[in-house]
């Protein structure tokens, strides 16, 4: 994903909307029988860049997780930007800020520097503390993955290693890995992708929106119990422009075809910059159909 550009990493900074459980990534209504798109929503969170402050869809980007989840009006946070911070007490700060909501997942890098080398022992061993604290928790993202993060050199047998040290008493701890449409061919990624629980799948390009469902049954034929949680943007950063309001409500329109067929497990929103029409169309798109709903009987597991 994009990480902004005052962080120490060198590209943008995002936010994710999606959802999953411990058995499979898809929420379910109170009664327990259906599966709504609100239920999968999820909202990527920068405590970096908060500001003190309210604020509005005009000043989005500096509201800090918590805020950002209200504006659009969803409960599930992934507290990202630069990741789990490498400092327990900080950890906790920021993790008991979202507590309140009904799920977390934080992203994580390698150790010390990000990788790499790509090991992970202090940032795991963090992330079982962090989750026999606080039960909301349910997975670690892998962000630019597919891209960055292969670039230098990150392998599927990093994501065994990550398996293998929450072990079998924190197996609830799903791992997300981005997964960008055009890196989808690069050597060494589908072995990655298999080690992966949930494929967080994201399109780069505004203009190459119309071709989502292409990638989604890409990703179906070659995985096809992997659930699919689907990257849309608010902003077209592959040329660095505002998104078309046509392009806009094709992605959406992609993505509520797609969930409601039961093909994806949820939907992901990025937005870096203070676009007020575009937060408040994605806050409106949520409210007008977030009550729209998967049957049970569609649902893809994970087991």
């Given amino acids: 994903m994009i990480k902004h550009p005052y962080s120490y990493c060198s590209t943008a900074c995002l936010l994710v909307l999606t959802l999953f459980s411990s058995c499979n990534i898809l929420g379910m209504d109170k009664q327990g029988m259906t599966i709504r798109l609100k239920d999968n929503i999820w909202v990527w969170g920068n405590p970096e860049m908060a500001t003190q402050g309210r604020h509005t869809a005009a000043t989005f980007a500096q509201a800090g997780p918590s805020e950002r989840a209200k504006l ?6 992934m507290m990202a930007g630069h990741g789990l911070p490498d400092d327990d007490a900080r950890a906790d700060f920021l993790t008991g800020q979202v507590a309140h909501c009904a799920r977390i997942l934080w992203e994580i890098t390698a150790d010390n520097s990000g990788g790499p080398p790509f090991v ?3 940032r795991i061993a963090q992330i079982r503390r962090l989750a026999n604290k606080f039960s909301q928790i349910e997975g670690v993202i892998l962000d630019d993955m597919s891209s960055v993060g292969m670039d230098k050199g990150f392998k599927a047998q990093n994501i065994a290693e990550i398996r293998e040290l929450l072990g079998k008493t924190h197996d609830r701890v799903k791992i997300w890995g981005v997964v960008y449409t055009m890196n989808l061919n690069r050597p060494g990624m589908n072995e990655c992708i298999k080690e992966l629980d949930v494929i967080l799948l994201c399109e780069w390009f505004g203009r190459k929106v119309r071709d989502f469902e292409k990638a989604v049954a890409h990703c179906e034929r070659l995985f096809p119990d992997k659930p699919i949680v689907l990257g849309t943007y608010l902003y077209d950063y592959g ?7 046509e392009l806009l409500k094709l992605q959406y329109d992609i993505a509520l075809k797609l969930f409601k067929a039961g093909r994806i497990d949820g939907v992901e929103i990025t937005t870096i910059d203070n676009d007020a029409d575009a937060v408040a169309w994605a806050a409106d798109w949520i409210k007008q159909t977030g009550n729209q709903k998967q049957d049970v009987k569609e649902i893809r597991t994970n087991d």
């Fill in 120 to 122: 992970y022992a202090k």
């Fill in 72 to 77: 659009l009006g969803v409960s599930n946070i």
């Fill in 239 to 245: 040329i660095n422009k505002r998104m078309t309001p």
